[in-house]
């Protein structure tokens, strides 16, 4: 191959014009003809480089190609071409690259003494042993010991896969005792559940399990084959319940459509919107958990969907109008709540303040309002409720003070007013008394404990009085009694004397009316003055009987007086 006009410069320039091989000067012997000739060879993968090139007589490229040594590439000598000037950089470049395919095998044997995976170290080998085969400038020397080195790679890894099986067989002998009870029950899992999904998984699980445990092939077939047709049993399984399942999901999609339209229809026609949109939720809790097909899942949810929307949709315009409603309601109860504000603020009475604001609150509580507006108002009136409060606790302190004051006055009253229950002879002064504390219990301000206990201190006051004023009564019962009775003792007494007088004027006069004569004229005189005196007579036993009358009179009044005393 002919060299480039560049080459041929560079060549004639460093040759100065003689032949590469014997020195002969292609100027002074005209006869000379000069050939192009590669060191490397083209077809040994010699370049068309300066260092490479070299211009030879013909007689010297005839001699070159016909002795043998000339045939191959890695035994020629540069001596031989002094003439031709090399520069010596072709034996640098063999230099480096013989370092380099060194360094790579070096590399390589390092990696066979500690990989992991062998194959990979293997393949490394293969490639550099290629890299090498394809050096063909390479001295016999070199190559010997470069394949050399390579070779005893290979013998490590060799003696590593020797090992190494060893050490499988005895780890896969290990690893089935292990894998084979797992494989069994999943197996045996798989062909009583119902639960295929699972059992699937499972299956999958100890498939993988056993592809990536050390196994021998062998057994790993037999474990595939197994697991394989557990495979197919569980799926001749699935496709029976399969079509149970068709059944179970038409039966309920029929059974929740109805659910649902009654549903739809019922949100459709509901006033209250909560109650509707329950009605539609409760409908979507009892599509959860049924066997349904997705598309038809997809239908019955899409009806609850168009449902709520229709339903929201409603609730929007209600809202609207709702909002209108709210504000004009706003405006009217905000007038009352503010005058109930001011009179609380205002009242020294809070019972009456209270009233006040629990009326505007329920007032806000039966008209339409924003949810923020409602409680913007509530907040309002929980604000004056709180100062009411804080007023109020401040005056129940002067209050607790004043109370605590009057209930130990009244106690110290009360106390004296029950000594003079005890002692004192004047009861309608002890019982006027007692009234007035009463009263002045009732009157004055006292904690309701305090004025129980002071009612209860004047009961026992009353009591004692009571007791006192009753012995008091019986003892003057008692001493009028007698009295009456010593007093009854006496008018009998006195019957008695009245009744001897009576006694004594009947004697008198059953002896005056014998002594008047009839038709006696000298005895006129004398019947006369015995007549007056039967007048007399009779007269006063009439004043006896009469005295004799009231006396009695009086003694009946005296017992039914004693009666009442009993």
Same mark, same amino acid.
């Given at each position: 191959?002919e060299?480039?006009?560049?080459?041929?410069?560079?060549?004639?320039?460093?040759?100065?014009?003689?032949?590469?091989?014997?020195?002969?000067?292609?100027?002074?012997?005209?006869?000379l003809?000069?050939?192009?000739?590669?060191?490397?060879?083209?077809?040994?993968?010699?370049?068309?480089?300066?260092?490479?090139?070299?211009?030879?007589?013909s007689?010297?490229?005839?001699?070159?190609?016909?002795?043998?040594?000339?045939?191959?590439?890695?035994?020629?000598?540069?001596d031989?071409?002094?003439p031709?000037?090399?520069?010596?950089?072709?034996?640098?470049?063999?230099?480096?690259?013989?370092?380099?395919?060194?360094?790579?095998?070096?590399?390589?044997?390092?990696?066979?003494?500690?990989?992991?995976?062998?194959?990979?170290?293997?393949?490394?080998?293969?490639?550099?042993?290629?890299?090498?085969?394809?050096?063909?400038?390479?001295?016999?020397?070199?190559?010997?010991?470069?394949?050399?080195?390579?070779?005893?790679?290979?013998?490590?890894?060799?003696?590593?896969?020797?090992? /190494?099986?060893?050490?499988?067989?005895?780890?896969?002998?290990e690893?089935?005792?292990?894998?084979?009870?797992?494989?069994?029950?999943?197996?045996?899992?798989?062909?009583?559940?119902?639960?295929?999904?699972?059992?699937?998984?499972?299956?999958?699980f100890?498939?993988?399990?056993?592809?990536?445990?050390?196994?021998?092939?062998?057994?790993?077939?037999?474990?595939?084959?197994?697991?394989?047709?557990?495979?197919?049993?569980?799926?001749?399984?699935?496709?029976?319940?399969?079509?149970?399942?068709?059944?179970?999901?038409?039966?309920?999609?029929?059974?929740?459509?109805?659910?649902?339209e009654y549903?739809?229809?019922?949100?459709?026609?509901?006033?209250?919107?909560?109650?509707?949109?329950?009605?539609?939720i409760?409908?979507?809790?009892?599509?959860?958990?049924?066997?349904?097909?997705?598309?038809?899942?997809?239908?019955?949810?899409?009806?609850?969907?168009?449902?709520?929307?229709?339903?929201?949709?409603?609730?929007?315009?209600?809202?609207?109008?709702?909002?209108?409603?709210?504000?004009?309601?706003?405006?009217?109860?905000?007038?009352?709540?503010?005058?109930?504000?001011?009179?609380?603020?205002?009242?020294?009475?809070?019972?009456?303040?209270?009233?006040?604001?629990?009326?505007?609150?329920?007032?806000?509580?039966?008209?339409?309002?924003?949810?923020?507006?409602?409680?913007?108002l509530?907040?309002?009136?929980?604000?004056?409720?709180?100062?009411?409060?804080?007023?109020?606790?401040?005056?129940?302190?002067v209050?607790?003070?004043?109370?605590?004051?009057?209930?130990?006055?009244?106690?110290?009253?009360?106390?004296?007013?029950?000594?003079?229950?005890?002692?004192?002879?004047?009861?309608?002064?002890?019982?006027?008394?007692?009234?007035?504390?009463?009263?002045?219990?009732?009157?004055?301000?006292?904690?309701?404990?305090?004025r129980?206990?002071?009612?209860?201190?004047?009961?026992?006051?009353?009591?004692?009085?009571?007791?006192?004023?009753?012995?008091?009564?019986?003892?003057?019962?008692?001493?009028?009694?007698?009295?009456?009775? /010593?007093?009854?003792?006496?008018?009998?007494?006195?019957?008695?004397?009245?009744?001897?007088?009576?006694?004594?004027?009947?004697?008198?006069?059953?002896?005056?009316?014998?002594?008047?004569?009839?038709?006696?004229?000298?005895?006129?005189?004398?019947?006369?003055?015995?007549?007056?005196?039967?007048?007399?007579?009779?007269?006063?036993?009439?004043?006896?009987?009469?005295?004799?009358?009231?006396? /009695?009179?009086?003694?009946?009044?005296?017992?039914?007086?004693?009666?009442?005393?009993?």
């Amino acid at each position: 191959m002919e060299f480039s006009e560049q080459i041929l410069n560079k060549l004639h320039e460093r040759q100065k014009g003689n032949c590469g091989h014997c020195g002969l000067n292609f100027e002074l012997n005209p006869n000379l003809e000069g050939r192009h000739y590669y060191l490397i060879p083209k077809h040994f993968g010699g370049k068309q480089e300066e260092d490479n090139c070299v211009i030879l007589c013909s007689e010297c490229l005839d001699k070159i190609e016909a002795d043998s040594k000339y045939k191959d590439p890695t035994l020629f000598l540069l001596d031989e071409f002094g003439p031709a000037n090399l520069s010596g950089d072709i034996i640098k470049e063999y230099n480096e690259s013989l370092r380099g395919i060194t360094d790579e095998i070096e590399k390589c044997l390092v990696e066979v003494e500690i990989a992991t995976y062998l194959k990979d170290a293997r393949n490394k080998l293969l490639e550099v042993r290629s890299k090498v085969d394809a050096m063909f400038l390479l001295y016999d020397k070199h190559r010997e010991e470069l394949n050399r080195k390579i070779q005893s790679g290979f013998d490590v890894i060799n003696s590593r896969l020797t090992k /190494s099986k060893k050490q499988f067989e005895l780890k896969s002998e290990e690893n089935i005792k292990i894998i084979r009870p797992e494989v069994e029950n999943t197996i045996k899992y798989s062909k009583g559940t119902t639960n295929f999904k699972d059992a699937r998984q499972k299956l999958i699980f100890i498939q993988s399990e056993v592809r990536n445990t050390t196994l021998r092939k062998h057994d790993k077939d037999v474990f595939f084959k197994d697991i394989h047709n557990a495979f197919d049993a569980l799926r001749i399984r699935q496709d029976e319940e399969r079509e149970q399942y068709e059944m179970e999901c038409s039966e309920n999609f029929f059974r929740l459509k109805a659910i649902i339209e009654y549903a739809v229809d019922f949100a459709a026609k509901a006033e209250i919107f909560k109650s509707g949109r329950q009605k539609l939720i409760e409908a979507q809790h009892q599509i959860k958990g049924q066997v349904l097909k997705k598309d038809k899942r997809d239908e019955l949810y899409g009806m609850i969907r168009a449902a709520f929307d229709a339903l929201n949709k409603r609730q929007d315009s209600e809202r609207a109008e709702f909002d209108k409603i709210s504000g004009e309601n706003y405006e009217k109860i905000n007038v009352i709540v503010n005058d109930a504000i001011e009179f609380a603020k205002c009242t020294d009475i809070f019972k009456d303040a209270r009233e006040a604001l629990i009326k505007a609150q329920k007032e806000i509580k039966d008209i339409p309002l924003k949810r923020v507006r409602r409680n913007e108002l509530y907040g309002r009136i929980r604000e004056v409720f709180n100062e009411i409060n804080q007023r109020q606790n401040q005056e129940r302190e002067v209050y607790e003070g004043e109370c605590s004051e009057n209930y130990h006055k009244l106690v110290e009253k009360i106390n004296t007013a029950a000594e003079g229950a005890e002692n004192a002879p004047d009861f309608r002064v002890i019982r006027d008394n007692l009234i007035a504390l009463q009263d002045e219990v009732k009157i004055l301000r006292l904690k309701r404990e305090h004025r129980n206990d002071l009612f209860k201190k004047i009961r026992q006051a009353f009591t004692i009085f009571d007791e006192r004023r009753n012995e008091y009564r019986d003892v003057m019962k008692v001493e009028k009694r007698d009295k009456l009775m /010593s007093i009854i003792d006496n008018l009998n007494l006195k019957i008695d004397r009245i009744n001897e007088s009576i006694a004594r004027d009947r004697e008198m006069l059953e002896s005056e009316r014998p002594a008047i004569q009839p038709d006696n004229a000298a005895a006129d005189d004398k019947d006369s003055q015995s007549a007056s005196q039967i007048l007399i007579i009779e007269k006063r036993i009439r004043d006896k009987e009469k005295s004799i009358g009231e006396v /009695s009179k009086r003694i009946t009044d005296i017992n039914s007086e004693l009666d009442k005393l009993k």
